[in-house]
């Protein structure tokens, strides 16, 4: 166990660790509740490496992809070379990983490959579940909650460790999750919290003032620029996060010009990302040059990426971000102001959450440069300054709560058990269901089995068993409701275009992303074109809201397909790329990758699904379907090829290397040449 701790390299052990590590050589499952940044990575990576010295296989899981590359990029310093990992793509089968003696994953990921195949944890010694207070995430909280009662089921000696900053009722959870706690309230960073009101900053019971000049957000941003600290500025939207990111970047500006150079060269490579930039990336190029930048879901990864690093280099001085910066990924900052306390919903404000305040001001302190840490709330009004000082500085975390019970999940999760034939009446579903946090009543697992059965996804009295149709829908993870829509669809389907997508966008799997102009907007439509799209949706009850997000949804995938640009779709619909990214290669990909396969389960052979799942995943139209299955060709080298004449891979090998690299540049131009050549003469010694 020596050589172990010594593998950690660590000179000294925080608080959180002296307690938890501790148990964990003692081989007993662990909660740790401590703060952010206190160091917690580490007690589950002691785990998993004592897990491999026994020569068993350990996995880590997070709900974030984000956090799940960053733990398995850091992970590979201790020099194990057998290390997998998988966050994205629900079609894909990686049953591959069962062979990895360490895997990294993301909770999703995790559930869909146990739909496959249980013996993917085969041998499993310890698995870390991190951020797990999500467990009280309306949308993914049940997926986590039913994870961790299945593996604790299925692996009752495997070590298990769970980790977070902000839970409430850290008692109440270990005593479900049958682990000890570890708890510390220790902070390596001091966190000090402030609170701006027009020209004073109140700390305690003390108020430095400040100069006004005449903006609340400005005279913060002056201060921390006039002291040199870098900061990072929290904003409810991303609309929000680009206008401050406007807004301050004269103020920071004065800070930023001694790297002029670097930071115009930095503001280039953020602007070309894609071949036509969009409104949003000129407004990201124009604030770069000043030293600022804005982080948000609509950026593309790389430039989120380059954003982070540039910021850790010191290049970048300021961020304004949106929320979904503060789980997780370690981007410490000196700063970190809040820039409201109110979420603006459609129709009503709330106050946050203490818990996402928390992981907000838990970025604050950079534990390599900085004793302390410094939030700063902005606060409009003395009433506020009242509400922030009782409610977020000396914060009182909310309880954990289960959000596993709704009809929705007990039918997904009872398809789930009695395919993977862990359950097969409704007596052991009701008691593999009390593993569960949540407490669900018996008459709520009789209908879901009901349903079940009545549209055949099961069959049996006494011993429930899944059909082969039911089995199929429990490996793709959809929801059963999805799979009777499509059916539906599939029997009745004309190969268009649009009626495809939208009923391929009615599925609960879609999220909400439609805005009320646009529910307008699409009100006038059916009224003026008599649509009733509706018919495809048999008798299932979907409201509006969600009935006219999926004929969005459906014209910004159909205006993709058909080669629209990045640009051009974030200028008519508001989706920015990254967010039009998440959607083709998220769930429009894994459920029209499900459409396809529950036709083949039907005997339809449709050239047509196959093609538009692709379609959807490259974004282009039929005739560039060759071009794109070369790899490095994407919609925009398939477009300018084949408006060369180019339409195949033996194309591209007669016309010759110089042509090619003409029309794709002389370093891609060239790798593709080769790769095509290659390939075809591969493809030609096979044939002999
Ligand atoms: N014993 C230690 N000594 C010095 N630095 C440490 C020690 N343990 C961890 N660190 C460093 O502290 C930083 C924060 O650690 P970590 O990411 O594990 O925090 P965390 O508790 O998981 O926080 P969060 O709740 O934000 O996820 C990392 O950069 C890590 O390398
Ligand atoms: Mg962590």
Redesign the pocket.
């Known amino acids: 166990m020596e050589d172990i701790l010594k593998l950690l390299n660590?000179?000294?052990?925080?608080p959180?660790?002296k307690i938890a590590i501790d148990l964990v050589l003692k081989d007993k499952n662990v909660l740790a509740v401590?703060?952010?940044?206190?160091?917690?990575?580490?007690i589950g990576e002691l785990a998993m490496l004592k897990a491999i010295s026994k020569g068993k296989r350990a996995i880590y899981v997070s709900p974030l992809r984000a956090l799940t590359s960053e733990k398995y990029e850091d992970f590979k310093r201790f020099g194990i070379k057998n290390i997998g990992i998988s966050t994205g793509d629900l079609t894909q089968d990686d049953a591959y990983l069962k062979y990895k003696e360490v895997v990294f994953l993301s909770i999703e990921k995790l559930d869909s490959l146990l739909r496959k195949s249980v013996d993917i944890l085969e041998n499993l010694g310890a698995i870390v579940f991190?951020?797990v207070h999500l467990i009280n995430d309306e949308e993914r909280g049940p997926t986590l909650e039913f994870l961790i009662a299945l593996i604790n089921y299925l692996y009752p000696k495997a070590q298990k460790i769970y980790?977070?900053?902000t839970i409430g009722n850290p008692e109440d959870l270990s005593n479900w999750l049958k682990a000890e706690l570890a708890y510390s309230d220790f902070r390596?960073v001091k966190l000090i919290k402030k609170i701006a009101l027009y020209d004073r900053l109140i700390f305690e019971d003390t108020e430095e003032e400040i100069l006004d000049i005449g903006d609340q957000i400005l005279n913060v941003v002056n201060y921390l620029v006039s002291n040199r600290k870098q900061f990072i500025l929290f904003s409810p939207t991303r609309n929000l996060a680009e206008s401050y990111a406007e807004k301050i970047s004269i103020l920071v500006n004065r800070w930023a010009k001694e790297n002029q150079n670097e930071l115009i060269s930095l503001s280039e490579k953020l602007f070309s990302a894609l071949d036509i930039p969009t409104k949003s990336f000129e407004k990201l190029a124009k604030v770069v040059r000043n030293g600022v930048a804005f982080h948000h879901a609509g950026l593309l990864n790389e430039q989120r990426k380059l954003i982070e690093e540039k910021f850790k280099e010191g290049l970048i001085k300021a961020i304004a971000a949106t929320p979904t910066l503060a789980m997780?990924v370690?981007l410490p900052a000196n700063t970190v102001v809040i820039s409201s306390i109110y979420r603006r919903g459609y129709f009503s404000t709330s106050l946050l959450p203490v818990y996402e305040v928390e992981?907000m001001a838990?970025r604050a302190g950079r534990?390599k440069y900085d004793k302390e840490g410094t939030v700063i709330f902005i606060s409009r009004n003395e009433r506020d300054t009242e509400i922030i000082k009782n409610t977020y500085l000396n914060p009182e975390l909310e309880p954990i709560k289960s959000k596993f019970s709704n009809e929705k999940n007990i039918r997904v999760y009872t398809l789930a058990l009695i395919s993977m034939n862990l359950a097969n009446n409704q007596k052991e579903i009701e008691e593999f269901f009390s593993k569960l946090y949540s407490e669900l009543n018996k008459f709520q697992i009789s209908q879901a089995i009901e349903f079940l059965k009545r549209y055949s996804f099961i069959i049996g009295e006494n011993k429930l068993s899944a059909t082969p149709f039911g089995k199929l829908v429990s490996e793709l993870y959809i929801d059963p409701i999805t799979a009777i829509k499509y059916k539906y669809y599939l029997s009745q389907m004309s190969e268009d275009e649009f009626s495809y997508l939208h009923a391929l966008m009615c599925a609960s799997e879609v999220p909400l992303q439609i805005t009320p102009k646009w529910i307008e907007k699409i009100e006038e439509e059916i009224e003026y074109l008599h649509l009733d799209l509706n018919q495809q949706i048999f008798d299932f009850y979907i409201d509006d809201e969600s009935y006219y997000n999926a004929i969005y949804l459906a014209h910004v995938l159909y205006d993709w397909i058909n080669e629209k640009s990045e640009a051009e779709i974030e200028e008519v619909y508001g989706i920015q790329p990254g967010i039009l990214y998440q959607i083709v290669n998220g769930f429009a990909n894994w459920l029209s990758y499900s459409m396809y396969r529950l036709a083949l389960s039907m005997k339809i052979k449709s050239k047509f699904l196959r093609e538009m799942q692709i379609r959807i995943q490259e974004g282009v139209k039929s005739e560039l379907l060759n071009l794109v299955s070369i790899p490095q060709i994407g919609r925009v080298r398939a477009r300018k090829l084949f408006k060369a004449g180019i339409k195949t891979k033996s194309d591209i090998k007669s016309a010759g290397i110089g042509r090619i690299k003409e029309i794709l540049g002389p370093v891609i131009g060239e790798n593709i040449y080769n790769y095509c050549v290659q390939n075809i003469n591969e493809e030609n010694n096979k044939l002999l």
């Open positions: 660590v000179k000294e052990f925080t959180i660790q401590a703060p952010t940044a206190s160091g917690k990575t580490l991190d951020e980790l977070s900053a390596p997780g370690n992981q838990g534990p």
